[in-house]
């Protein structure tokens, strides 16, 4: 499959040399909720995306989604309430300041027409996952619905941003859109929240943070923990997270096997989430299914810490060119336990390998992609 890839920053953009002086595209961003008010991947992708594109020159960019809004941003309102009334508030909004060249929206449910004053807005759609497939997942009601306001909200954009080439193979196989008009843009990391101390003494602890969901697979990993334990007796297991398998996770967590050393602390803010990143040996990133790419695996290179991830999804690309043993099958609990108790033992990139993999994804980078694209458009 042929999708566009992200391509390299023109001469002199990487330093702003280049740069045109005013503002010559206006961009509305939409999204869901601003990760200040509901903490998670696609609200962390969109605020973070939103505060880069801020900083471009050349780029004029405004952005509403639910909750307190990040600096320079707008809110519908507050969040929670009917599901229709959020939309419709969504749907029937005015953009701030002057009507924008180009529309990006990031929930297909949240958003204006892509009509505006004077015509048709060239309409970006981004596909963080399939709405549909992940509340079937979950055993939620009303997949079938959600597929069809997917279907009609993705229908007519002029491009479809995914974050890994696998999510753009299933938005084409699922969702039958022009594969002509799919680009891969990697995400950046917050690499300023992250300091790279030296490994931690004492007994280790392996990270996880993740919503507490079906398809993490945090299952996996409690089943798993045991073979850890076998190799390295005295390591903690510390989860990160809340959802709606939380209650059925902690009873797995309470097995006498395990129960001393496999801890689930909930939700925890972005401060002591970065001191659990200094403190931890290793971290895993589990999934079992539609993982777009693992934002959670950057921000773990970024502190220094290797990520166990699975082939799943975009999470190998988080990984790609740093260590391919790092990557191990979905589903397999005694591969998971194996490549941890080896990470454990000393066979992981070293701190300063994986910043150095991090500064490689850039949201600096990402928004330069996404102001490309925004011109070509135009």
């Avoid at 002057?98 to 807005?121: K, W």
């Avoid at 997270?241 to 925890?268: F, K, M, Q, Y």
Wanted: net charge positive.
């Amino acid at each position: 499959m042929a999708l566009r890839g992200a391509r390299p920053a023109e001469d002199g953009w990487e330093d702003g040399s280049a740069a045109p002086a005013a503002a010559d595209v206006r961009v509305h961003m939409t999204g869901s909720e601003w990760f200040s008010t509901t903490p998670g991947g696609l609200n962390r992708y969109f605020t973070d995306l939103f505060l880069a594109l801020r900083d471009l020159p050349g780029v004029a960019v405004s952005a509403s989604a639910f909750g307190r809004p990040a600096p320079g941003g707008a809110s519908w309102g507050p969040v929670g309430g009917p599901t229709w009334r959020r939309a419709l508030a969504a749907f029937t909004e005015q953009a701030p300041g002057r009507e924008p060249h180009v529309l990006d929206r990031h929930f297909c449910l949240y958003g204006r027409s892509a009509s505006g004053a004077r015509g048709r807005n060239p309409l970006v759609v981004h596909f963080h996952g399939p709405w549909a497939a992940e509340s079937r997942l979950a055993g939620s009601r009303g997949a079938a619905l959600k597929y069809a306001l997917e279907r009609i909200r993705y229908a007519r954009a002029d491009r479809y941003v995914v974050l890994s080439r696998r999510f753009g193979e299933l938005l084409v196989e699922t969702y039958r859109v022009p594969e002509r008009r799919v680009q891969v843009i990697p995400p950046g990391v917050e690499l300023e929240r992250f300091q790279v101390a030296p490994a931690p003494g004492g007994p280790p602890t392996v990270l996880c943070v993740r919503r507490l969901e079906r398809r993490m697979g945090i299952d996996v990993l409690l089943d798993a923990w045991p073979g850890v334990r076998a190799a390295h007796p005295d390591a903690r297991l510390v989860i990160v997270g809340t959802g709606s398998e939380e209650a059925s996770l902690r009873e797995r967590a309470a097995r006498p096997d395990i129960a001393e050393t496999a801890r689930l602390v909930g939700r925890v803010d972005d401060e002591t989430l970065t001191g659990l990143y200094s403190r931890a040996a290793v971290t895993v990133v589990p999934s079992v299914a539609l993982e777009g790419f693992g934002l959670i695996a950057l921000e773990s290179l970024a502190a220094g810490r290797a990520p166990v991830v699975t082939d799943c999804g975009g999470l190998p690309d988080a990984v790609q060119g740093l260590d391919p043993s790092l990557v191990v099958r979905p589903g397999d609990g005694a591969a998971l336990a194996e490549r941890i108790s080896r990470a454990l033992g000393g066979d992981v990139p070293a701190p300063r390998q994986c910043r150095a993999h991090a500064e490689t994804f850039s949201w600096r980078l990402a928004a330069q992609r996404h102001a490309e694209l925004y011109r070509d458009l135009l």
